[in-house]
Each structure stands twice: as C-alpha cells, then as structure tokens.
C-alpha cells in the first residue's frame, strides 16, 4: 500500500483493479478543511488520463512496473516484433499497446517496455529519432522570408511538417513525443 504522501510522478497504482500511472499531482492544504492530493492518472490499458483526488492520507495499492529495453524488428498487419536486448527472446505485441507510437517505429529502434505481472503494458520511445525523408516536394531556393512549412513522408510513413529547405532523402530529427521537425541530422 501507498500513502498519498509518497506519491511521485512515475508511480504505478491499483484503482479498482486497474493499473494506473500518476503522471502528475499536486498536494492542496486550503486554509480551511483537509489536505487533498490532486492527480492525473493515465490509464495503462487504455492510454486515456483521467483526473482523480485523494484525500491526503489515504492508502492505495501500489503495483511494481519494471522496465526493459527491446529492440523492434518487423511488423505484421497489427502485431509488431521485438527482441528482448538482454535474452534475445522474440515479443510480439499488439497494435492496441503501440497506439499512435507505431508512425514512428523503425527498424532496429530501441525502445523502453513497461512490464506488470510478466506482461507489457505500455511502451517508451526514444524522445528523439532520426528518419530519412522518402518524399517531399523540392524546396524554393531564397524563400526564407517567413518560416514556412511542408509535409514529408518519412520512412515509416508518417507524414512530418519539415522547413522548406529541406529535400527528399535528406535525414531530420524527429521529437516523438510531439511529432514535430526538431533539425536536420
């Protein structure tokens, strides 16, 4: 069990029966009434965050997350391949765990699994990856009066607003967290 005063962001807990991970929370003493703790709870079935408020001295069950790195080989229709980087075992999951994480998933990329009772429940990409550019229109030499912008098709197929100058085949960095163009690499 774990106290609301030893909440941190990061922590995995139990509610109902489901795992939770506090993403973020705040402990509130007002002037007048009880200390409470607010919360922002993602959901690790799900992904959906939820807000929920604890009084200040409550229990809740706490749930052991451990990590792992795995390294992704291939995908097929909606299951994706991965080898453990420690036992070189195979992981299949499904797409319902990689969510929209899959637009960025290359070849040979390694990333963080989080595992619960001998099962992956959520996974962590790098926050930032390098890709290639399969296609985008050429750039207008001299337009830099503005920043402006144009899609490119990455080689995951995602498709990334990436600075004018930039042309097929070149390699950007890519935040995977937002899926914005960070640099060229």
Partial sequence: MINTSDFKNGISIILGGVLFQIIEFQHIKPGKGGAFVRTK????????????TFRAGEKVEGA?????KIQHTYNSGASFFFMDSETYEEVVLPGSII????????????IVSLWHKDKIVDI?????????IEHTEPGIKGDTAKAAFKPATIETGAVVS??????????????????NYLERA
């Fill in 99 to 110: 969510g929209d994480d899959k637009k960025f998933l290359k070849e040979g990329l390694e």
């Fill in 64 to 68: 052991y997350v451990n990590t792992k």
């Fill in 124 to 132: 962590s990409l790098p926050p930032s990856v390098i890709f290639k």
């Fill in 41 to 52: 709870l993602k959901n690790m079935r799900t992904k959906a965050v939820i807000d929920k």
């Fill in 162 to 179: 990436v600075p004018l100058f930039v042309n097929t085949g070149d390699k950007i960095r890519v935040d995977t967290r937002t899926g």
